[in-house]
């Protein structure tokens, strides 16, 4: 192995039933440094950690660790542990119902003399780790009390109290707010100049040029190449994922038409639910791309969940179409012709153990009823429609949504409600954790579906993307809608909105 170099990975490929993840894939990680692992949804990522970590038995290639002899093929997650490598996964695979301290400590706690487990050990241990992320927790406290933002921090923090030789990180900033993220950094410098090497996998490309030193691009299961990261500027990067050249998303453009003229889709008064979001009014017209901006945690999510019905509204009135309505729950708001993208796929969209055809016709078949069953025919033809629409990469659409790529789920989980023809789309985090070329996509049929008099109600943490889609913003900030911008959109106004919360318009 080559001076300095921790973990190698030569002539990796694997095969999943009809599609070749992975062929003849290199990878080499460095001590003290941070590398990103880039590529398109598809393009191999997660597949090649999960050949590092022990979860897929690849059928060609070897793997080295520094510091063990002879190639290393790991069989399990613990088996990886145990050689230097610790991992932090897209979606938080934690025991909610455990309290901070047993899920950092889970399957290796500190025992006492009597071989009891040392509680007031791993606490003030836990403590120690949490106060050091300066994460203000209590550890006694089952993690289910916490945000999801919060327990992505507690994955990352078990994972670095391993003492690992090699940290992956694989979308660990997709539920953090831009403060929690800068400390995630701070943590992965400090990590760095104690010798740990960090793979990162991430979609957002600033945080690449933030914190990494270089970048292996995979594209459709091979190696594109790997370089320093002074040597590939955003253009570049993005031209080597996709395998042909383009510009940057800058290219998309918003259509200049202007949608206020439109009638009313969407007027709600005074909608709140209890707990999560106070009493807030909303307007979307016709044609209308609206965003919702705020911090994590903002109210943004609980906006769009009282309208939908998601959460019941417990004041307030909502007209859709010009007529007052009562939504109780969603189906009512899917029969008034709404759909609801949810920002948790994982929990709230796919169905794991059906198959691609059967998530794509859920909501039409739910909203038709169980007595109008929609023929296997039809199924097809609407499940093909929407996988060559929304270019899904699979076999076919029997195959389990939950052998595809995150990207791929998220389309499947769109094409669901572009199936029913909904009147009004809420799309919330509809790009989280998919490459850049799958987002370019997904604006253009964003503004595709306005043009075609469809009302959207968008949401993203990614201010840029909405910039480049909405006609206007509603700003949120502690569950409460503080004001809305039109005429001066950019990207200073908005966080300027954000953070004093002045209304703007």
């Not at 739910?366 to 270019?391: T, V």
């Not at 076999?395 to 769109?414: A, H, Y």
């Not at 889609?469 to 039109?486: F, H, N, P, Y």
Request: aromatic share 4%; glycine share 8%.
């Amino acid at each position: 192995m080559e001076e300095n170099v921790v973990l190698t990975a030569r002539g990796i490929t694997m095969t999943f039933p009809g599609v070749r993840a992975l062929e003849n894939v290199d990878f080499t990680l460095r001590q003290g440094e941070i590398h990103a692992l880039m590529g398109e949804n598809g393009a191999g990522k997660s597949t090649l950690i999960k050949c590092l970590t022990g979860i897929n038995d690849f059928e060609a290639g070897e793997i080295h660790i520094a510091g063990i002899d002879g190639p290393v093929k790991n069989h399990s997650t613990r088996e990886a542990q145990n050689v230097g490598i610790s991992t932090v996964y897209q979606e938080v695979n934690l025991c909610p119902n455990l309290s901070v301290a047993e899920n950092l400590f889970i399957g290796r706690e500190p025992m006492t003399k009597l071989h009891t487990i040392d509680r007031k050990s791993y606490n003030s241990r836990s403590q120690k780790i949490m106060d050091e992320l300066g994460i203000s927790v209590d550890v006694t406290q089952n993690l289910e009390n916490y945000s999801l933002a919060i327990q992505q921090m507690v994955a990352i923090a078990r994972a670095v109290d391993m003492e690992c030789k090699v940290l992956i990180l694989d979308e660990p900033t997709s539920s953090l707010d831009d403060e929690e993220v800068e400390k995630l950094f701070v943590l992965m410098r400090r990590l760095r100049s104690q010798g740990v090497g960090i793979i990162f996998v991430t979609h957002f490309l600033e945080q690449v040029y933030a914190v990494c030193d270089r970048i292996t691009v995979l594209r459709d299961g091979h190696f594109v190449g790997e370089y320093p990261i002074a040597d590939l500027p955003r253009v570049k990067l993005v031209a080597a994922m996709m395998g042909k050249d383009l510009n940057d998303l800058e290219e998309i453009q918003k259509e200049s038409k202007d949608a206020t003229n439109e009638p009313l889709e969407i007027s709600a008064r005074g909608l709140s639910h209890t707990g999560t979001v106070k009493p807030f009014d909303f307007d979307i017209h016709k044609g209308e791309v609206v965003g919702v901006a705020g911090l994590l945690g903002s109210g943004r999510s609980e906006l769009a969940r009282a309208i939908y019905g998601a959460d019941k509204a417990n004041t307030g009135t909502l007209e859709v179409d010009g007529k007052e309505v009562r939504i109780n729950q969603p189906i009512d708001a899917m029969n008034l012709g709404m759909g609801m993208l949810p920002d948790d796929r994982k929990a709230e969209g796919i169905i794991a153990d059906l198959s691609i055809r059967e998530n794509i016709i859920l909501a039409l078949q739910a909203r038709k009823g169980m007595f109008r069953l929609l023929s296997r025919a039809k199924q097809e033809q609407i499940a093909d429609e929407m996988i060559k629409m929304l270019q899904v990469k699979t076999p076919g659409r029997e195959t389990l949504i939950r052998q595809l790529s995150g990207g791929n789920q998220q389309k499947v989980i769109l094409g669901r409600w572009l199936a029913t023809n909904p009147d009004f789309l809420i799309l919330d985090e509809p790009t989280r954790g998919i490459d850049v070329g799958t987002k370019a996509e997904i604006q253009k049929l964003i503004l595709k579906l306005a043009a075609e008099g469809k009302s959207i109600l968008f949401i993203s943490s990614e201010i840029s993307e909405m910039l480049r889609t909405c006609s206007r913003m509603a700003i949120m900030r502690d569950g409460q809608k503080v004001g809305e911008l039109d005429h001066d959109l950019s990207q200073e106004s908005v966080m300027k909105a954000i953070a004093g919360g002045e209304q703007e318009s």
